[in-house]
Protein backbone atom coordinates (compact mmCIF):
# COMPACT_ATOMS: atom_id res chain seq x y z
CA UNK A 1 0.00 0.00 0.00
CA UNK A 2 2.76 2.44 0.91
CA UNK A 3 4.38 1.95 -2.55
CA UNK A 4 0.79 2.40 -4.45
CA UNK A 5 0.56 5.92 -2.16
CA UNK A 6 3.94 7.48 -2.72
CA UNK A 7 3.21 6.49 -6.27
CA UNK A 8 -0.32 8.77 -5.89
CA UNK A 9 1.64 12.06 -4.82
CA UNK A 10 4.45 11.98 -7.27
CA UNK A 11 2.01 11.35 -9.73
CA UNK A 12 -0.21 14.36 -8.45
CA UNK A 13 2.82 16.83 -8.23
CA UNK A 14 3.09 16.18 -11.77
CA UNK A 15 -0.44 16.28 -13.31
CA UNK A 16 -2.96 18.29 -10.19
CA UNK A 17 -3.41 21.87 -11.16
CA UNK A 18 -4.06 22.09 -7.28
CA UNK A 19 -1.12 24.45 -5.65
CA UNK A 20 -1.87 23.35 -2.17
CA UNK A 21 1.36 21.27 -1.55
CA UNK A 22 -0.08 17.38 -0.41
CA UNK A 23 3.19 16.58 1.10
CA UNK A 24 2.69 19.51 4.55
CA UNK A 25 -1.03 17.55 4.84
CA UNK A 26 0.46 13.86 6.18
CA UNK A 27 3.69 11.74 5.87
CA UNK A 28 3.31 9.62 2.69
CA UNK A 29 2.91 6.66 3.80
CA UNK A 30 -0.20 7.61 6.07
CA UNK A 31 -2.76 7.84 3.32
CA UNK A 32 -5.48 4.96 3.86
CA UNK A 33 -7.86 3.80 0.96
CA UNK A 34 -10.76 5.85 2.53
CA UNK A 35 -8.06 9.02 2.12
CA UNK A 36 -7.57 8.55 -1.52
CA UNK A 37 -11.07 7.93 -2.54
CA UNK A 38 -12.37 10.45 -0.56
CA UNK A 39 -10.25 13.33 -1.93
CA UNK A 40 -10.25 14.48 -5.53
CA UNK A 41 -7.06 15.00 -5.98
CA UNK A 42 -5.51 11.71 -4.29
CA UNK A 43 -7.87 9.89 -6.14
CA UNK A 44 -7.00 11.87 -9.53
CA UNK A 45 -3.06 10.53 -8.49
CA UNK A 46 -4.42 6.90 -8.65
CA UNK A 47 -6.48 7.51 -12.16
CA UNK A 48 -2.99 9.00 -13.42
CA UNK A 49 -1.17 5.93 -12.68
CA UNK A 50 -3.38 3.55 -14.52
CA UNK A 51 -3.31 6.21 -17.52
CA UNK A 52 0.23 5.53 -17.90
CA UNK A 53 0.07 2.28 -17.35
CA UNK A 54 -2.72 2.15 -20.36
CA UNK A 55 -1.73 3.98 -22.45
CA UNK A 56 1.71 3.86 -22.09
CA UNK A 57 1.13 -0.02 -23.82
CA UNK A 58 0.14 1.60 -26.67
CA UNK A 59 3.05 4.44 -26.51
CA UNK A 60 5.32 1.35 -26.71
CA UNK A 61 3.52 -0.72 -29.19
CA UNK A 62 6.12 -1.35 -32.00
CA UNK A 63 3.76 -3.62 -34.19
CA UNK A 64 5.03 -2.16 -37.43
CA UNK A 65 8.79 -4.06 -36.67
CA UNK A 66 6.40 -7.26 -37.81
CA UNK A 67 5.40 -5.71 -40.96
CA UNK A 68 6.99 -4.70 -44.18
CA UNK A 69 6.80 -1.04 -43.43
CA UNK A 70 10.41 -1.66 -41.31
CA UNK A 71 13.62 -3.09 -41.87
CA UNK A 72 14.87 -3.69 -38.53
CA UNK A 73 18.67 -3.46 -37.02
CA UNK A 74 19.23 -6.36 -34.25
CA UNK A 75 22.27 -5.11 -33.05
CA UNK A 76 20.36 -3.95 -30.35
CA UNK A 77 16.94 -3.96 -28.15
CA UNK A 78 14.64 -5.45 -30.16
CA UNK A 79 15.35 -9.09 -30.24
CA UNK A 80 11.62 -10.22 -28.99
CA UNK A 81 10.39 -8.20 -32.33
CA UNK A 82 12.91 -9.70 -34.72
CA UNK A 83 11.88 -12.94 -33.63
CA UNK A 84 8.36 -12.41 -34.23
CA UNK A 85 8.94 -10.97 -37.45
CA UNK A 86 10.99 -14.06 -38.75
CA UNK A 87 7.90 -16.16 -37.50
CA UNK A 88 10.85 -17.60 -34.96
CA UNK A 89 8.94 -17.74 -31.48
CA UNK A 90 7.08 -20.85 -29.85
CA UNK A 91 4.27 -21.21 -27.36
CA UNK A 92 6.65 -19.68 -24.53
CA UNK A 93 6.54 -16.39 -26.15
CA UNK A 94 4.94 -13.50 -24.17
CA UNK A 95 3.95 -9.97 -26.01
CA UNK A 96 3.21 -8.65 -22.41
CA UNK A 97 0.38 -10.79 -21.74
CA UNK A 98 -0.39 -10.49 -18.52
CA UNK A 99 -1.84 -6.80 -18.07
CA UNK A 100 -4.21 -8.53 -15.43
CA UNK A 101 -2.90 -5.56 -12.58
CA UNK A 102 -3.69 -3.17 -14.82
CA UNK A 103 -7.19 -4.25 -15.08
CA UNK A 104 -7.29 -4.41 -10.73
CA UNK A 105 -6.59 -0.78 -10.87
CA UNK A 106 -9.24 -0.20 -13.71
CA UNK A 107 -11.65 -2.32 -11.25
CA UNK A 108 -10.48 -0.46 -8.15
CA UNK A 109 -11.14 3.05 -10.02
CA UNK A 110 -14.56 1.85 -11.08
CA UNK A 111 -16.00 0.21 -7.43
CA UNK A 112 -14.42 3.17 -5.13
CA UNK A 113 -15.07 6.34 -6.84
CA UNK A 114 -18.70 4.99 -7.61
CA UNK A 115 -19.16 3.95 -3.51
CA UNK A 116 -16.87 7.00 -2.46
CA UNK A 117 -18.82 9.29 -0.03
CA UNK A 118 -15.93 12.16 -0.18
CA UNK A 119 -16.68 12.76 -4.41
CA UNK A 120 -19.26 14.79 -6.03
CA UNK A 121 -21.58 13.05 -8.34
CA UNK A 122 -19.91 14.45 -10.76
CA UNK A 123 -16.65 12.85 -9.70
CA UNK A 124 -17.74 9.40 -9.11
CA UNK A 125 -19.31 9.27 -12.41
CA UNK A 126 -16.89 10.67 -14.11
CA UNK A 127 -13.92 8.68 -12.51
CA UNK A 128 -15.89 5.49 -13.33
CA UNK A 129 -16.38 6.48 -16.75
CA UNK A 130 -12.33 7.19 -16.92
CA UNK A 131 -11.60 3.43 -15.27
CA UNK A 132 -14.45 1.67 -18.04
CA UNK A 133 -12.54 3.42 -20.67
CA UNK A 134 -8.97 2.48 -19.56
CA UNK A 135 -10.25 -1.47 -18.95
CA UNK A 136 -11.90 -1.63 -22.38
CA UNK A 137 -8.42 -0.45 -23.64
CA UNK A 138 -6.63 -2.74 -22.15
CA UNK A 139 -8.31 -5.59 -22.74
CA UNK A 140 -8.81 -4.60 -26.19
CA UNK A 141 -4.41 -3.93 -26.76
CA UNK A 142 -4.64 -8.07 -25.59
CA UNK A 143 -7.57 -9.24 -27.17
CA UNK A 144 -5.78 -8.09 -30.68
CA UNK A 145 -2.62 -10.17 -29.61
CA UNK A 146 -4.61 -12.93 -27.71
CA UNK A 147 -8.43 -13.57 -28.67
CA UNK A 148 -10.55 -14.71 -25.83
CA UNK A 149 -9.01 -13.12 -22.22
CA UNK A 150 -10.20 -14.04 -18.34
CA UNK A 151 -12.81 -11.26 -18.07
CA UNK A 152 -12.27 -9.86 -14.18
CA UNK A 153 -14.93 -7.40 -13.74
CA UNK A 154 -14.52 -6.87 -9.82
CA UNK A 155 -11.98 -6.38 -7.78
CA UNK A 156 -10.89 -9.87 -6.67
CA UNK A 157 -10.30 -10.27 -2.90
CA UNK A 158 -7.23 -12.39 -1.44
CA UNK A 159 -9.45 -15.19 -1.16
CA UNK A 160 -10.37 -15.41 -4.95
CA UNK A 161 -7.93 -17.21 -7.11
CA UNK A 162 -6.59 -16.36 -10.34
CA UNK A 163 -7.48 -18.98 -11.88
CA UNK A 164 -10.46 -18.44 -14.30
CA UNK A 165 -10.85 -19.81 -18.26
CA UNK A 166 -10.98 -18.03 -20.88
CA UNK A 167 -13.87 -16.39 -22.75
CA UNK A 168 -15.23 -17.30 -25.75
CA UNK A 169 -13.76 -14.29 -28.71
CA UNK A 170 -17.22 -13.13 -28.93
CA UNK A 171 -17.86 -12.63 -25.70
CA UNK A 172 -14.18 -10.76 -24.79
CA UNK A 173 -15.50 -8.36 -27.27
CA UNK A 174 -18.57 -7.88 -26.21
CA UNK A 175 -16.97 -7.09 -22.73
CA UNK A 176 -14.54 -4.40 -24.31
CA UNK A 177 -17.34 -2.64 -26.08
CA UNK A 178 -19.91 -2.72 -23.51
CA UNK A 179 -16.95 -1.20 -21.21
CA UNK A 180 -16.61 1.77 -24.12
CA UNK A 181 -19.82 2.59 -24.95
CA UNK A 182 -21.14 2.50 -21.36
CA UNK A 183 -18.02 5.60 -20.68
CA UNK A 184 -18.74 7.22 -23.89
CA UNK A 185 -21.86 7.92 -21.48
CA UNK A 186 -20.37 10.06 -18.41
CA UNK A 187 -17.60 11.35 -20.62
CA UNK A 188 -17.02 15.00 -21.56
CA UNK A 189 -16.51 16.04 -25.30
CA UNK A 190 -13.61 17.94 -24.14
CA UNK A 191 -10.73 17.41 -21.11
CA UNK A 192 -7.41 18.26 -20.31
CA UNK A 193 -5.21 16.98 -23.34
CA UNK A 194 -4.29 12.82 -21.90
CA UNK A 195 -7.66 12.71 -20.74
CA UNK A 196 -10.19 10.23 -21.74
CA UNK A 197 -13.18 12.50 -23.55
CA UNK A 198 -16.63 10.60 -25.37
CA UNK A 199 -14.59 11.11 -28.49
CA UNK A 200 -12.36 8.73 -27.30
CA UNK A 201 -14.20 6.33 -26.53
CA UNK A 202 -16.68 6.46 -29.22
CA UNK A 203 -13.58 6.19 -31.35
CA UNK A 204 -12.08 3.07 -29.81
CA UNK A 205 -15.39 1.35 -30.14
CA UNK A 206 -14.99 1.64 -34.01
CA UNK A 207 -11.41 0.33 -33.71
CA UNK A 208 -12.52 -2.56 -31.46
CA UNK A 209 -15.98 -3.47 -33.49
CA UNK A 210 -13.63 -3.57 -36.57
CA UNK A 211 -11.12 -6.22 -35.41
CA UNK A 212 -14.25 -8.49 -34.20
CA UNK A 213 -16.11 -8.01 -37.41
CA UNK A 214 -13.10 -9.65 -38.44
CA UNK A 215 -11.99 -12.18 -36.33
CA UNK A 216 -15.67 -13.32 -35.83
CA UNK A 217 -17.12 -13.06 -39.27
CA UNK A 218 -19.81 -11.36 -37.87
CA UNK A 219 -20.86 -8.38 -40.30
CA UNK A 220 -22.98 -6.78 -37.83
CA UNK A 221 -20.05 -5.44 -36.07
CA UNK A 222 -19.58 -3.44 -39.24
CA UNK A 223 -22.65 -1.06 -38.40
CA UNK A 224 -21.68 -0.20 -35.14
CA UNK A 225 -18.34 0.69 -36.29
CA UNK A 226 -20.52 3.25 -38.58
CA UNK A 227 -22.45 4.06 -35.54
CA UNK A 228 -19.27 4.82 -33.62
CA UNK A 229 -17.18 6.35 -36.34
CA UNK A 230 -20.41 8.93 -37.19
CA UNK A 231 -20.35 9.98 -33.28
CA UNK A 232 -17.23 10.88 -33.08
CA UNK A 233 -17.22 13.39 -36.04
CA UNK A 234 -20.35 14.61 -35.26
CA UNK A 235 -18.16 15.79 -31.95
CA UNK A 236 -16.54 18.50 -34.31
CA UNK A 237 -12.87 17.36 -34.63
CA UNK A 238 -11.03 18.66 -37.82
CA UNK A 239 -8.14 16.84 -39.55
CA UNK A 240 -4.83 19.11 -38.86
CA UNK A 241 -3.37 20.67 -41.58
CA UNK A 242 0.01 20.47 -40.06
CA UNK A 243 0.27 16.87 -40.11
CA UNK A 244 3.81 16.69 -39.41
CA UNK A 245 3.67 18.92 -36.40
CA UNK A 246 0.74 16.95 -35.44
CA UNK A 247 3.29 14.01 -34.70
CA UNK A 248 6.70 15.71 -34.29
CA UNK A 249 5.83 18.71 -32.07
CA UNK A 250 4.83 19.06 -27.80
CA UNK A 251 3.55 21.90 -28.23
CA UNK A 252 0.84 20.81 -31.03
CA UNK A 253 0.06 17.18 -29.31
CA UNK A 254 -1.66 19.33 -27.34
CA UNK A 255 -3.05 21.70 -29.15
CA UNK A 256 -4.27 20.17 -32.65
CA UNK A 257 -7.61 19.95 -33.72
CA UNK A 258 -7.69 16.34 -34.81
CA UNK A 259 -5.94 14.45 -31.57
CA UNK A 260 -8.30 12.71 -29.90
CA UNK A 261 -6.60 11.37 -27.22
CA UNK A 262 -2.39 11.10 -27.09
CA UNK A 263 0.33 9.84 -24.30
CA UNK A 264 2.28 13.31 -22.83
CA UNK A 265 6.13 12.24 -21.76
CA UNK A 266 7.07 15.79 -19.84
CA UNK A 267 9.70 16.68 -19.76
CA UNK A 268 10.61 17.45 -16.22
CA UNK A 269 10.44 13.31 -15.94
CA UNK A 270 12.07 12.21 -18.73
CA UNK A 271 14.86 11.62 -20.65
CA UNK A 272 15.77 11.19 -24.33
CA UNK A 273 16.60 7.45 -23.41
CA UNK A 274 13.06 6.91 -22.06
CA UNK A 275 11.38 8.26 -25.04
CA UNK A 276 10.59 6.46 -28.51
CA UNK A 277 12.95 8.78 -30.14
CA UNK A 278 15.94 7.21 -28.78
CA UNK A 279 15.00 4.17 -30.96
CA UNK A 280 14.88 5.96 -34.52
CA UNK A 281 17.07 8.39 -34.36
CA UNK A 282 20.72 7.82 -36.36
CA UNK A 283 23.49 7.18 -34.71
CA UNK A 284 26.52 9.45 -36.58
CA UNK A 285 29.24 12.01 -35.84
CA UNK A 286 31.63 13.16 -38.22
CA UNK A 287 35.01 11.17 -36.24
CA UNK A 288 32.88 7.89 -36.98
CA UNK A 289 32.54 8.24 -40.52
CA UNK A 290 35.21 7.69 -43.12
CA UNK A 291 37.61 10.61 -44.43
CA UNK A 292 36.08 10.23 -48.28
CA UNK A 293 32.31 10.86 -47.01
CA UNK A 294 30.57 14.13 -47.92
CA UNK A 295 28.97 16.51 -46.82
CA UNK A 296 30.19 16.96 -43.23
CA UNK A 297 27.99 16.75 -40.31
CA UNK A 298 26.96 20.16 -39.26
CA UNK A 299 25.67 18.06 -35.54
CA UNK A 300 26.08 14.61 -34.61
CA UNK A 301 23.62 12.51 -33.36
CA UNK A 302 23.47 10.46 -30.81
CA UNK A 303 20.21 7.69 -30.99
CA UNK A 304 20.11 4.26 -30.70
CA UNK A 305 18.47 3.19 -33.82
CA UNK A 306 16.29 -0.15 -33.99
CA UNK A 307 13.89 0.25 -37.05
CA UNK A 308 14.32 1.96 -40.18
CA UNK A 309 11.81 3.06 -42.80
CA UNK A 310 11.79 -0.10 -45.65
CA UNK A 311 11.86 0.65 -49.39
CA UNK A 312 8.29 -1.35 -49.62
CA UNK A 313 7.01 1.52 -47.49
CA UNK A 314 8.08 4.42 -50.03
CA UNK A 315 5.71 2.54 -52.73
CA UNK A 316 2.45 3.40 -50.77
CA UNK A 317 3.65 7.29 -51.31
CA UNK A 318 2.15 8.28 -54.26
CA UNK A 319 3.56 10.84 -57.58
CA UNK A 320 1.39 13.65 -58.22
CA UNK A 321 2.53 13.33 -62.07
CA UNK A 322 2.74 15.63 -65.09
CA UNK A 323 -0.99 15.31 -66.23
CA UNK A 324 -2.26 16.09 -62.73
CA UNK A 325 -2.93 12.62 -61.56
CA UNK A 326 -1.80 10.44 -58.34
CA UNK A 327 0.15 7.31 -59.31
CA UNK A 328 2.83 4.93 -57.90
CA UNK A 329 6.44 6.12 -58.54
CA UNK A 330 7.26 3.28 -61.67
CA UNK A 331 3.90 3.66 -63.40
CA UNK A 332 4.50 8.18 -63.52
CA UNK A 333 6.05 9.67 -66.20
CA UNK A 334 9.20 10.81 -64.42
CA UNK A 335 10.00 7.00 -64.62
CA UNK A 336 9.78 6.73 -68.22
CA UNK A 337 11.88 9.49 -68.38
CA UNK A 338 14.54 7.51 -66.57
CA UNK A 339 13.73 4.66 -68.17
CA UNK A 340 14.18 5.95 -71.35
CA UNK A 341 17.07 7.51 -70.62
CA UNK A 342 19.39 4.30 -69.62
CA UNK A 343 18.06 4.21 -66.50
CA UNK A 344 20.03 7.45 -65.44
CA UNK A 345 19.45 10.70 -64.25
CA UNK A 346 18.52 12.66 -61.31
CA UNK A 347 17.74 9.94 -58.68
CA UNK A 348 16.31 12.45 -55.97
CA UNK A 349 13.96 13.65 -58.65
CA UNK A 350 12.60 10.34 -60.13
CA UNK A 351 12.11 8.72 -56.60
CA UNK A 352 11.52 12.00 -54.18
CA UNK A 353 9.93 14.82 -56.17
CA UNK A 354 5.89 15.19 -56.31
CA UNK A 355 5.69 13.08 -53.80
CA UNK A 356 2.19 12.35 -51.50
CA UNK A 357 3.13 15.20 -48.99
CA UNK A 358 3.29 12.68 -46.02
CA UNK A 359 6.04 10.97 -47.32
CA UNK A 360 8.19 13.75 -46.53
CA UNK A 361 6.66 14.57 -43.00
CA UNK A 362 7.11 10.30 -42.21
CA UNK A 363 10.56 9.86 -44.01
CA UNK A 364 14.02 11.20 -44.21
CA UNK A 365 15.67 10.47 -47.09
CA UNK A 366 19.27 10.79 -49.30
CA UNK A 367 19.76 14.91 -49.83
CA UNK A 368 17.04 16.02 -47.08
CA UNK A 369 17.18 17.93 -43.92
CA UNK A 370 17.44 15.37 -40.88
CA UNK A 371 18.06 17.30 -37.28
CA UNK A 372 20.32 20.58 -38.94
CA UNK A 373 22.02 18.24 -41.09
CA UNK A 374 21.86 17.73 -45.14
CA UNK A 375 21.57 13.96 -45.19
CA UNK A 376 23.19 11.99 -47.53
CA UNK A 377 22.24 7.95 -47.78
CA UNK A 378 24.10 7.19 -51.35
CA UNK A 379 27.10 5.66 -51.32
CA UNK A 380 29.86 7.60 -49.53
CA UNK A 381 26.94 9.81 -48.16
CA UNK A 382 27.29 10.51 -44.77
CA UNK A 383 23.96 8.41 -43.48
CA UNK A 384 24.82 5.40 -45.81
CA UNK A 385 25.08 2.29 -43.84
CA UNK A 386 28.68 1.87 -45.40
CA UNK A 387 30.12 5.04 -44.28
CA UNK A 388 30.97 4.74 -40.66
CA UNK A 389 34.87 3.38 -39.89
CA UNK A 390 34.81 -0.36 -39.57
CA UNK A 391 34.70 -0.18 -35.87
CA UNK A 392 31.35 1.22 -35.51
CA UNK A 393 29.27 -1.72 -37.33
CA UNK A 394 25.72 -0.23 -36.33
CA UNK A 395 23.45 2.99 -35.86
CA UNK A 396 22.95 3.50 -39.52
CA UNK A 397 20.06 2.92 -41.52
CA UNK A 398 19.87 -0.75 -43.48
CA UNK A 399 17.11 1.29 -46.08
CA UNK A 400 18.67 4.16 -47.31
CA UNK A 401 15.76 5.80 -45.22
CA UNK A 402 15.68 7.52 -41.86
CA UNK A 403 11.93 7.57 -39.40
CA UNK A 404 10.57 10.98 -39.00
CA UNK A 405 7.16 10.91 -38.00
CA UNK A 406 7.49 11.42 -34.36
CA UNK A 407 11.28 12.67 -34.38
CA UNK A 408 11.76 15.62 -32.58
CA UNK A 409 14.22 17.76 -34.42
CA UNK A 410 14.23 21.01 -32.93
CA UNK A 411 17.52 20.23 -31.22
CA UNK A 412 20.48 17.26 -31.35
CA UNK A 413 20.04 15.32 -27.98
CA UNK A 414 22.04 13.06 -25.80
CA UNK A 415 20.64 10.17 -24.17
CA UNK A 416 20.45 11.84 -20.23
CA UNK A 417 19.15 15.01 -21.60
CA UNK A 418 15.39 15.81 -20.68
CA UNK A 419 13.14 15.21 -23.27
CA UNK A 420 9.71 15.92 -23.39
CA UNK A 421 7.77 13.87 -26.35
CA UNK A 422 3.98 12.90 -27.67
CA UNK A 423 2.24 10.01 -29.46
CA UNK A 424 -1.31 10.04 -31.05
CA UNK A 425 -3.51 7.33 -29.87
CA UNK A 426 -6.53 8.37 -31.26
CA UNK A 427 -7.10 10.82 -34.34
CA UNK A 428 -9.66 11.57 -36.19
CA UNK A 429 -7.46 10.38 -39.81
CA UNK A 430 -7.56 6.94 -38.43
CA UNK A 431 -11.44 7.22 -37.58
CA UNK A 432 -12.21 8.20 -41.01
CA UNK A 433 -10.77 5.32 -41.82
CA UNK A 434 -11.77 2.85 -39.85
CA UNK A 435 -15.70 4.34 -40.94
CA UNK A 436 -14.30 4.14 -44.65
CA UNK A 437 -13.40 0.50 -44.24
CA UNK A 438 -16.88 -0.44 -42.49
CA UNK A 439 -18.41 1.23 -45.58
CA UNK A 440 -16.22 -0.71 -48.16
CA UNK A 441 -17.20 -3.90 -46.41
CA UNK A 442 -20.95 -2.87 -46.82
CA UNK A 443 -21.33 -1.59 -50.20
CA UNK A 444 -21.30 1.75 -49.32
CA UNK A 445 -18.54 3.07 -51.80
CA UNK A 446 -19.91 6.31 -52.66
CA UNK A 447 -19.46 7.01 -48.99
CA UNK A 448 -16.54 5.49 -48.60
CA UNK A 449 -14.75 8.06 -51.71
CA UNK A 450 -16.03 10.84 -49.90
CA UNK A 451 -14.03 10.25 -46.50
CA UNK A 452 -11.21 8.62 -48.15
CA UNK A 453 -10.73 11.83 -49.96
CA UNK A 454 -10.24 13.51 -46.63
CA UNK A 455 -7.07 12.71 -45.46
CA UNK A 456 -5.86 12.07 -48.78
CA UNK A 457 -6.39 15.87 -50.01
CA UNK A 458 -5.40 17.44 -46.78
CA UNK A 459 -2.56 15.26 -45.20
CA UNK A 460 -1.39 13.85 -48.55
CA UNK A 461 -2.13 16.87 -50.73
CA UNK A 462 -3.22 14.39 -53.73
CA UNK A 463 -5.73 14.83 -56.05
CA UNK A 464 -9.28 13.44 -55.21
CA UNK A 465 -9.91 9.82 -55.84
CA UNK A 466 -12.25 9.91 -58.81
CA UNK A 467 -16.10 8.23 -57.96
CA UNK A 468 -16.30 5.27 -60.41
CA UNK A 469 -13.86 3.33 -59.25
CA UNK A 470 -14.77 -0.13 -58.84
CA UNK A 471 -14.92 -2.04 -55.64
CA UNK A 472 -11.97 -3.61 -56.39
CA UNK A 473 -10.24 -0.76 -58.00
CA UNK A 474 -11.48 1.38 -54.43
CA UNK A 475 -10.38 -1.14 -52.39
CA UNK A 476 -6.80 -1.03 -53.23
CA UNK A 477 -6.68 3.13 -52.91
CA UNK A 478 -7.87 2.36 -49.33
CA UNK A 479 -5.12 0.09 -48.53
CA UNK A 480 -2.50 2.26 -49.84
CA UNK A 481 -4.20 5.33 -48.12
CA UNK A 482 -4.42 3.56 -44.69
CA UNK A 483 -1.04 2.43 -45.08
CA UNK A 484 0.80 6.00 -46.10
CA UNK A 485 -1.53 7.71 -43.55
CA UNK A 486 -0.89 5.38 -40.60
CA UNK A 487 2.76 4.67 -41.36
CA UNK A 488 4.63 3.78 -37.91
CA UNK A 489 1.12 4.40 -35.67
CA UNK A 490 1.43 0.48 -34.92
CA UNK A 491 -1.65 0.29 -37.61
CA UNK A 492 -0.52 -1.99 -40.18
CA UNK A 493 0.11 -5.66 -38.71
CA UNK A 494 -3.04 -5.39 -37.27
CA UNK A 495 -5.13 -3.86 -40.55
CA UNK A 496 -3.04 -7.25 -42.50
CA UNK A 497 -4.39 -9.63 -39.78
CA UNK A 498 -7.71 -8.36 -40.53
CA UNK A 499 -7.82 -8.11 -44.52
CA UNK A 500 -6.08 -11.51 -44.11
CA UNK A 501 -9.49 -12.48 -42.23
CA UNK A 502 -11.48 -11.31 -44.57
CA UNK A 503 -10.12 -13.65 -46.98
CA UNK A 504 -9.06 -16.43 -45.19
CA UNK A 505 -5.70 -16.42 -45.99
CA UNK A 506 -3.45 -19.19 -44.78
CA UNK A 507 -0.20 -16.97 -46.27
CA UNK A 508 -0.31 -12.83 -45.72
CA UNK A 509 1.96 -11.89 -48.12
CA UNK A 510 3.19 -8.54 -47.01
CA UNK A 511 4.44 -10.24 -44.42
CA UNK A 512 5.68 -13.28 -46.20
CA UNK A 513 7.84 -11.11 -48.21
CA UNK A 514 11.66 -9.58 -47.49
CA UNK A 515 12.23 -5.57 -46.80
CA UNK A 516 13.92 -3.75 -49.37
CA UNK A 517 16.70 -1.06 -49.65
CA UNK A 518 17.20 1.29 -51.70
CA UNK A 519 21.00 1.57 -52.43
CA UNK A 520 21.88 5.26 -54.84
CA UNK A 521 25.27 5.70 -56.36
CA UNK A 522 27.87 8.23 -55.28
CA UNK A 523 26.58 10.21 -57.72
CA UNK A 524 23.19 10.20 -57.56
CA UNK A 525 22.13 8.71 -60.83
CA UNK A 526 21.50 5.49 -60.77
CA UNK A 527 20.12 3.46 -57.79
CA UNK A 528 19.08 0.03 -57.34
CA UNK A 529 16.73 -1.82 -54.76
CA UNK A 530 17.64 -5.33 -53.02
CA UNK A 531 16.34 -7.17 -50.30
CA UNK A 532 18.17 -6.30 -46.94
CA UNK A 533 19.84 -8.89 -45.93
CA UNK A 534 21.66 -7.83 -43.04
CA UNK A 535 19.74 -8.31 -39.73
CA UNK A 536 18.52 -10.94 -41.90
CA UNK A 537 15.15 -8.81 -43.10
CA UNK A 538 15.27 -11.20 -46.40
CA UNK A 539 14.13 -13.57 -44.37
CA UNK A 540 10.86 -12.51 -42.62
CA UNK A 541 7.73 -15.02 -42.97
CA UNK A 542 4.66 -15.61 -41.69
CA UNK A 543 2.21 -18.44 -40.90
CA UNK A 544 -1.88 -18.74 -40.10
CA UNK A 545 -0.70 -19.38 -36.43
CA UNK A 546 -0.05 -16.21 -35.71
CA UNK A 547 -3.91 -14.63 -36.56
CA UNK A 548 -3.22 -14.49 -32.89
CA UNK A 549 -0.81 -14.98 -30.28
CA UNK A 550 0.25 -17.92 -27.88
CA UNK A 551 -0.85 -18.15 -24.47
CA UNK A 552 2.19 -18.11 -22.87
CA UNK A 553 2.95 -21.48 -21.30
CA UNK A 554 4.25 -19.93 -18.38
CA UNK A 555 0.81 -18.82 -17.90
CA UNK A 556 -0.53 -22.01 -18.43
CA UNK A 557 1.28 -23.86 -15.96
CA UNK A 558 -0.12 -21.69 -13.05
CA UNK A 559 -3.15 -21.53 -14.42
CA UNK A 560 -4.93 -24.93 -15.75
CA UNK A 561 -8.01 -23.49 -17.02
CA UNK A 562 -6.24 -21.80 -20.21
CA UNK A 563 -6.97 -22.93 -23.10
CA UNK A 564 -4.37 -22.40 -26.27
CA UNK A 565 -4.83 -20.23 -29.12
CA UNK A 566 -4.70 -22.64 -32.62
CA UNK A 567 -0.78 -23.93 -33.75
CA UNK A 568 0.72 -23.24 -30.61
Not at 383 to 407: A, D, P, T
Request: proline share 3%; glycine share 6%; charged share 25%.
Amino acid sequence: MKKIIYSLVLLLMIFSSCEEDIMDKKPLDKYSEIDVWSDRNLAMGFVRDVYNDVLGSYYWDYTDDYTDNSVLWSFVGNASNVNLAFDNIDQFFSDGYNRYPTIRKCNLIIEKATSSEGLTEDDKAYFAAEGKFLRGMMYFWMARRYGGLMIVDKVLTPEDEMLLSRSSLEDTYAFILKDLEEAAQNLPESAAPGRATKGAAYAMVARAALQAAAYTGNDSYFTKVKTAAEQVIGIGYTLDDQFQDMHNSFARGQSSPEIILAFFKSEENNSFESTLIQGICGLTANDRNRPEVTPQLVEPMWGWPQRFPSHNLTDAYLVVDTDGKAKKWEESSYHEEYVANGNSGLVSELLYANRDARFYATIAHDSSQYFVNTITTREDGNMHWNSNHQSYGWGLSRSGYYIRKGLYEGKMVWHSDPTAHHRPIIRLGAVYLDYVEALLKTGDNGKAVEYLNKTRTVHGQLPALDAGLNAEELWEAYEIERRAELAFEEDRYWSLMRWGKYEGLDIIPELNTPTTRVNIAADGLSFFVDDSTEGNNHMRKWSNRRYLFPIPEGERQQNSNLTQNPGW
